[in-house]
């Protein structure tokens, strides 16, 4: 157990047209399963994952959730990302800022509070992650949302 933190895209793909344009093939076990374009609406990517990354999750929590810790599902901007993001890097550039600007977060799963290697790892995988995002998601063309477990 522990806290796990995930970051998906949404995006709406229901065709009213023409159903025949595009065909979804997914194999499980090897074997070709057909899912039916016409009864399909959204696609769901998992876009990001993080496991006890607290300050992140705090972060989160603070500024998407209204506060509130309770494994919600949350919609993202892309200026929230664009902030996180900043924040990671000036902090990576600048750990004395650690504390102020992205404090850890002490929970039962939750992990480590201190602001050392897998703190700054942390930051470097959320750098990451947002960055693909941000490159790959054009805004109005899909929805993020965070959502975490514990």
């Not at 990517?45 to 509130?68: M, T």
């Amino acid at each position: 157990m522990g806290l796990d933190m995930y970051l998906t895209r949404k995006t709406y793909v229901k065709n009213w047209d023409n159903h025949d344009e595009w065909s979804i093939l997914i194999s499980k076990n090897n074997k070709p399963t057909h899912i039916d374009t016409k009864k399909v609406t959204y696609i769901e990517e998992e876009v990001g994952y993080w496991r006890k990354a607290n300050a992140i999750h705090k972060w989160f929590v603070d500024n998407i959730q209204y506060g509130k810790d309770d494994c919600g599902l949350y919609y993202v901007s892309h200026d929230h990302l664009t902030t996180l993001r900043d924040l990671c890097l000036k902090v990576l550039e600048e750990p004395n800022l650690a504390n102020k600007l992205l404090p850890t977060a002490s929970g039962f799963f939750f992990g480590s509070t201190n602001y050392g290697e897998d703190y700054l790892s942390d930051l470097q995988d959320t750098v990451r992650i947002c960055n693909e995002v941000l490159e790959t998601t054009s805004p109005g063309e899909a929805s993020l949302y965070y959502q975490s477990s514990w």
